[in-house]
């Protein structure tokens, strides 16, 4: 019995160490056995003085027999001389000069064959191959000694196939019993697969026409087109459809030979590996080059050799948890989780395989029992910590509800109480709401899709889901009727899941996800997130969620100005045609009061949110921010304003060229204006390309008397120009002081640049409205071509007037001149250009007054609601016009802010109620509201209103109006505030 052991090679003696052969003898504890076990021990280290050769050989390292295949170029092949060469074949001489360990290459006939001397031992181990589930189950593999990519080789005339897919009822070849042809079987068994003994053969079939392609390693089918003259005659796939990395297999058991082995893997300097790569394989970066990249520098020397022994990944992705997860047009794995898994993949120089046509459960089970590793999107609980461990999050948001548009009004999760609410039965929503909310109904759908679509249907009440799910069916599917009705007070967390067992990639993983950079984030929320999602109080989230709201506005004020355009050609058109008819003057004014009436109702509907923006920025201002972010929020709030003013142009372009426009007449300093330009185009200037500088005439007044928001717009548009089109250089922006009399001065504002300028052709064309300098600009460069046309106007308008010299490729230099009004240091603010801001004794006038808020927008309501509290006013809330007359008749309000566009009752039916039904003629009823048409300030003061206040709502001007209507009840002459 222990002959076995006595047989064994000396090498495999030597590794096993004399604390085991001490345990075998302990095991054989029969005398006689005992005796001959040692007199054998005895012979073979040469300690009866009969064999000191054996003892010799004991001390020498013994040859190592490696399996390789003659015919697999570039890695192995062999020489009419019989000589083996190939890259992997030098790659384990270099082995055997590095460890002083001999090597042998035995060759065979096939890859079978040599399995099967692996097997029976006839050879220590393969030289190297693949990974895959089959082999991992009797087999060990060694560090990585390389990487191979798979692809394609096929016809020209043949459809050039992108994925694997696309090779329905193709016929497809592969090296029989490869890694390409077990990948295949398991993960697309319906293709049509022929397997090759020598896959040189498959060459000849595919000239042969026999075969559609062939799907095989890159460099290995490079090689064979070249030894057959036929490089250039096949077609090679532009996608890596497969990329491994290669090992040597030894069969289970043998950890000594598997631990010398990777010893001396990592005893090879890179830089020799490097120059064997490059000798075998010239196009193609080396993989240890690769290797030596990884861009997350804040790996251990320990986790960066965890990454060498493990390199492929296989993920487990659910393609109906868009815009996280999900598949595109082209099967490929997309989303945000895709997004930053390709960023992982890239820095850790890993390979991470999604698997596909599984349902979550499945895939649950198949991260269980360790056939999926990785989960990119999921959400942490204590059930899936049981088989599983998780990142930090890499992003959170916020579960809210969907209801139809027609439900009633929602103010908390109470309110569903009763009502059969969907939730997807995949997310942890169900048990959080069942803790919480036991009062819900719940339903489980399979997907997000399903719940918003039983909601359509209004075969539920509600659907709950995370913000960005929502968002996204709301975007890109026909939802119309669903809207996203409350924010609930719990976050999802979505992490990054990885399978017990893989332990030391989570921080791996968290170490990468750290280095991906706020610019990366930006873009791939902004790519699938179409709204705000997040509210944080760094900067770099506080920039994350609300570029995308600016964002949005400017692209509602594109569709704007395009609609605008249309309906001002289609009236100038029927005027012209329809004059000879005699009927020209009827259909001109029914086309401008279909003009009037669009603009109407789109200035509503933007005002709306953009009182939001607006409020919501005023409330951050208020909630503690640093000075950092307090800039950004100055910054946020002021390029919304400039957002209002253009709506207001926009509005008023027939006045503006009719001359009607008004210009207000106040003091102002023109440092604060150019303060405000630069905080605006900030984020346009390139970092570290442009430099942005500003000079100021010393000579001009610091009260300056005129418009400093048309001064403004007029600036800000020559400046975002200006900052667009400059690639590399400066802008600078300057104030000149040209003339100055008494309480009268010119001066000329320049904007120039070092950017792409115009021809002279460009520049004639320049303030036509609606024009640019030529269509590339608009792809280029966005915009409407609107702005310089509305600033030459109002220049015009103001008495001054604007002028362009451009050479292209050099730059632009704009200036425009104005002339204003100034003010003595030591005089007096008239009382007719005192502008919005009131001191604060005035302010003492509101404190303890109780005022009725009338609004049907809950954000509306709560805005004004902060805004007043912060005044020192009791504030009582109503949501239609109904609500406000049984609050009048309950209780006594110093004054009413109604809204006028509200369901049950409107704004102008409540206060007609007031005044005549409960006779209520001295309290002050103020119109706040987004429809700004004179009409519309009309309406108010002849329904019986006090004043009139539009939306976005200013502050001020609320506070002022407050006073003057308080404070002088039977009111003052409506003017438009």
């Known amino acids: 019995m222990y002959g076995q052991y006595i047989m064994m090679s000396i090498f495999e003696l030597k590794l096993l160490g004399y604390s085991k052969i001490k345990d075998l003898i302990l095991a054989f504890i029969k005398p006689t056995t005992l005796i001959l076990f040692f007199l054998s021990l005895l012979y073979i280290f040469g300690l009866t003085g009969g064999s000191t050769a054996l003892a010799e050989e004991l001390s020498k390292p013994q040859t190592l027999k490696i399996a390789y295949l003659p015919n697999n170029q570039p890695f192995s092949s062999m020489l009419p001389s019989g000589k083996p060469i190939g890259l992997y074949i030098d790659i384990w001489r270099l082995w055997s000069e590095t460890t002083g360990i001999p090597v042998t290459f035995v060759s065979a006939n096939s890859f079978t064959e040599n399995i099967a001397n692996l097997k029976s031992g006839k050879v220590d181990f393969l030289l190297g191959l693949f990974i895959n589930d089959e082999r991992a189950e009797w087999a060990d593999f060694s560090l990585p000694i390389h990487k191979v990519d798979t692809g394609l080789l096929f016809h020209g005339e043949v459809m050039k196939p992108r994925k694997l897919r696309d090779l329905a009822n193709k016929r497809i070849a592969v090296q029989e019993s490869f890694f390409q042809e077990g990948y295949l079987k398991k993960n697309y068994p319906e293709l049509d697969i022929i397997a090759f003994d020598n896959i040189a053969d498959s060459i000849d079939a595919l000239l042969n026409k026999d075969i559609d392609i062939i799907f095989h390693e890159i460099p290995a089918m490079n090689a064979l087109l070249g030894r057959k003259g036929l490089t250039g005659a096949f077609t090679l796939s532009d996608e890596i459809l497969l990329s491994n990395t290669v090992h040597a297999m030894v069969v289970k058991g043998r950890s000594g030979l598997l631990k010398k082995i990777n010893e001396g893997i990592q005893a090879i300097p890179i830089s020799k590996l490097i120059e064997l790569e490059t000798r075998w394989l010239r196009s193609k970066t080396p993989f240890f080059q690769q290797k030596q990249l990884l861009n997350v520098p804040s790996l251990s020397s320990k986790e960066v050799d965890w990454l060498r022994l493990h390199q492929s990944f296989s993920l487990g992705i659910s393609p109906l948890l868009a815009p996280f997860e999900t598949l595109s047009e082209d099967g490929d794995y997309a989303g945000i989780s895709a997004d930053y898994i390709g960023i992982l993949k890239q820095k850790l120089a890993l390979d991470m395989t999604p698997t596909l046509g599984l349902s979550w459960t499945q895939i649950i089970e198949q991260v269980k029992i360790g056939k999926i590793d990785i989960l990119p999107s999921v959400v942490k609980t204590p059930e899936r910590s049981k088989f599983m461990v998780f990142t930090k999050p890499y992003i959170t948001l916020p579960l809210v509800v969907a209801t139809h548009r027609n439900s009633e009004f929602l103010t908390d999760l109470d309110d569903l109480k009763g009502k059969v609410v969907g939730v997807e039965k995949s997310t942890p929503a169900k048990s959080l709401l069942h803790e919480n909310h036991p ?75 750290k280095t991906i950079s706020a610019k990366q984030r930006n873009s791939i929320a902004n790519n699938w997130l179409a709204i705000q999602v997040k509210v944080g109080s760094d900067v770099s989230t506080f920039l994350l969620y609300t570029a995308p709201v600016l964002s949005i506005f400017i692209l509602i004020i594109w569709v704007f100005n395009r609609a605008n355009r249309r309906l001002q050609f289609e009236i100038k058109h029927r005027v012209q045609v329809e004059y000879s008819l005699g009927i020209a003057k009827d259909r001109a004014e029914s086309a401008n009061k279909a003009k009037d009436e669009f603009l109407a109702n789109m200035s509503h509907e933007i005002r709306t949110p953009m009182n939001a923006v607006l409020g919501m920025s005023y409330m951050l201002g208020e909630s503690g921010l640093t000075e950092a972010q307090m800039e950004l929020n ?4 002021s390029s919304a304003s400039s957002l209002l003013v253009i709506i207001n142009d926009i509005l008023d372009l027939s006045k503006i060229e009719a001359g009607k426009i008004e210009f207000e007449s106040i003091p102002f300093n023109l440092t604060e204006v150019f303060k405000n330009i630069e905080a605006q185009i900030q984020f346009l200037l390139k970092d570290g390309l442009v430099v942005l500088n500003i000079d100021i005439d ?53 904007v120039s640049d070092t950017g792409i300028g115009m021809t002279l052709e460009q520049q004639t064309n320049l303030f036509k409205t609606y024009n640019q300098a030529d269509s590339s600009t608009t792809r280029n460069y966005g915009g409407t071509g609107l702005g310089l046309s509305i600033s030459k106007k109002l220049c015009e308008l103001m008495g001054g007037g604007i002028s362009v010299k451009s050479e292209q490729g050099v730059g632009s230099h704009f200036s425009f001149v104005l002339p204003l009004k100034y003010q003595l240091e030591d005089e007096k603010i008239d009382s007719s250009t005192e502008n919005n801001m009131l001191p604060e004794a005035s302010l003492l006038v509101l404190q303890g007054k109780q005022v009725l808020l009338v609004d049907d927008n809950i954000i509306n309501l709560t805005i004004a609601e902060v805004m007043l509290n912060h005044a020192g006013i009791a504030v009582v809330t109503a949501e239609d016009g109904q609500q406000a007359i049984d609050a009048v008749k309950q209780n006594s309000f110093d004054a009413i802010l109604m809204d006028i566009q509200m369901p049950v009752m409107d704004g102008y039916e409540a206060t007609k109620y007031i005044r005549t039904q409960l006779e209520l003629t001295r309290i002050p009823i103020i119109a706040v509201s987004a429809n700004v048409m004179p009409s519309d300030v009309q309406k108010s003061l002849d329904i019986g209103m006090n004043a009139h206040i539009g939306k976005p709502l200013n502050l001020d001007v609320l506070l002022k109006t407050l006073v003057e209507q308080i404070d002088f009840p039977k009111g003052r002459a409506l003017k438009r505030l």
């Open 439 to 513: 009062g819900l109904r719940l339903l489980e759908v399979d997907d997000a899709k399903h719940g918003m679509l039983l909601l359509q249907q209004r075969k539920i009440d509600a659907f709950i889901h995370n913000l960005g799910v929502i968002q996204y069916l709301l975007n890109t599917d026909d939802f119309e009727n669903v809207i996203v009705a409350l924010y609930t007070p719990y976050e999802l967390e979505i992490a990054i899941g990885v399978r017990k067992g893989l332990e030391p990639l989570v921080p791996i993983l968290e170490k990468a996800l």
């Open 634 to 637: 100055r910054t946020l709030s």
């Open 698 to 750: 010393s000579d001009i007044p610091n009260r300056l008397i005129g418009d400093p928001l048309r001064v403004g717009q007029v600036l800000l548009n020559l400046a975002n120009n200006a900052a667009k089109f400059t690639h590399q250089g400066s802008v600078a922006i300057s104030a000149k002081l040209l003339s100055k009399v008494t309480q009268r001065l010119t001066i000329e504002v320049k």
